[in-house]
């Protein structure tokens, strides 16, 4: 079996998944998620769906060629493998309790 990536990209995450949930509806934006510090984290290509699943988990890409951008960590993009993805804010574990990563 194929292991399956998980690509951390300042406070986003995307975790590669087997297959897309059911009734989603794709959307036209390239912009994944804005960074936390206003800074979009976006692609040139592939297929975005968003979805807010729960606090953490808002969305899924479908990647084919495709690149992911963000100004500060990849501004010439970095290549992500073909593959589904579930989008998700990056989380980190205090003696508060979890809470959104800001990068």
């Given at each position: 079996m194929k292991?399956?990536?998980?690509?951390r990209h300042g406070d986003l995450i995307l975790k590669q998944i087997k297959e897309l949930p059911q009734d989603l509806k794709e959307t036209k934006t390239k912009i994944l998620l804005k960074g936390s510090h206003e800074h979009n984290h976006s692609?040139?290509?592939?297929?975005?769906?968003?979805?807010n699943v729960d606090k953490f988990v808002f969305g899924y890409l479908v990647a084919e060629d495709?690149?992911?951008?963000?100004?500060?960590h990849s501004p010439k993009g970095a290549e992500?493998?073909?593959?589904?993805?579930?989008?998700?804010r990056q989380v980190e574990y205090t003696h508060a309790g979890m809470?959104?990563?800001?990068?």
């Open positions: 292991n399956l990536n998980i690509v692609i040139d290509k592939g297929k975005v769906y968003l979805k495709t690149k992911l951008f963000h100004d500060e992500l493998e073909n593959g589904i993805y579930e989008l998700r809470k959104q990563v800001v990068d």
